[in-house]
C-alpha cells in the first residue's frame, strides 16, 4: 500500500507555525532552528517503516556526506544491580526482542544517578536496520533518530546526554544543528490521528535536505 506523506516546514520554531512551536527556542544564542513534519494520516504506527524509508534515501540524495545513527536512551532511572550493568542498554533491549539488525559500530555509556544507573547507546544504521529500528522507536520514549557528518565522532554526542522530551533537549537540538547534524524524533501517541517524524535542524542545513 502507497502512503502519502505530508510534509510541512518552518525556518524558525520559536514562533508560532504548523510544525512544532518551542517558544523557549526564542531569543537563543545559537540561533533559529528549524524545523519539517513528515506525516501521515493514520490512528497507528503501521507505516512508520515507509516514512523512515523515505528519509533514509532523502538522506542518501540530498546529504551522503552523513552517516543516519539511533541514540537511545533510558527514560528512568535503572536498578544498580550486576545483572543491569552487564546487560547494558543494547542487551536489555535485545533480551525484550528489541535488535537492530544491520547495525554496526555500537557505542554505550554508563550513568550513575542518584543510586541508579542510566544508559545511553548509539548505533549507526543501514537500510536493512529500518524495519526493527522502528520497533524500538516505538518501545523506547528516549530515542532519537540522528543524521551526523561522517567525519563526526559520534560518541562526543553520546555523552552530551537527552530525556527524550523536547522541552528538556533544546541544548541537545543546538548541539547537533552546531556539528552540521539533524535530529529527527517520532512523531504520534496511541491515537493520535497522524504519524511520523519530526527533523530538527538550522536553517541551512534544513535547506539543504529540502531543495
Known amino acids: 500500500m502507497t502512503i502519502e506523506i505530508r510534509i510541512v516546514a518552518t525556518p524558525d520554531v520559536s514562533v508560532t507555525n504548523e510544525v512544532v512551536n518551542l517558544s523557549y527556542a526564542q531569543g537563543h544564542k545559537g540561533g533559529a532552528l528549524s524545523a519539517t513534519s513528515f506525516l501521515y494520516a493514520g490512528p497507528s504506527g503501521r507505516y512508520l517503516v515507509d516514512v523512515l524509508s523515505f528519509i533514509f534515501n532523502l538522506i542518501s540524495k540530498k546529504a551522503p556526506e552523513n552517516d543516519i545513527w539511533i541514540f537511545v536512551g533510558n527514560s528512568s532511572r ?63 520514549r528516549c530515542s532519537y533518530i540522528l543524521v551526523l557528518p561522517k567525519d563526526f565522532d559520534a560518541q562526543d554526542a553520546l555523552e552530551k546526554g537527552w530525556s527524550g522530551d523536547m522541552s528538556e533537549d533544546l541544548s541537545f537540538y543546538y548541539y547537533i544543528c552546531g556539528i552540521r547534524g539533524l535530529v529527527f524524533k517520532r512523531i504520534g501517541e496511541f491515537d493520535d490521528c497522524e504519524w511520523g517524524f519530526l527533523a530538527i535542524g538550522s536553517p541551512d542545513s534544513m535547506r539543504a535536505l529540502l531543495d
Open 78 to 140: 535503572q536498578p544498580d544491580t550486576r545483572i543491569v550493568r552487564y546487560r547494558k542498554l543494547w542487551g536489555a533491549l535485545k533480551s525484550r526482542g528489541l535488535e537492530i539488525l544491520g547495525g554496526s559500530n555500537a557505542k554505550e555509556i554508563t550513568v550513575d544517578v542518584d543510586g541508579g544507573v542510566k544508559f545511553f547507546a548509539a548505533l549507526l544504521l543501514s537500510e536493512q536496520s529500518i524495519e526493527s529500528v522502528v520497533k524500538v522507536l516505538l518501545s523506547e
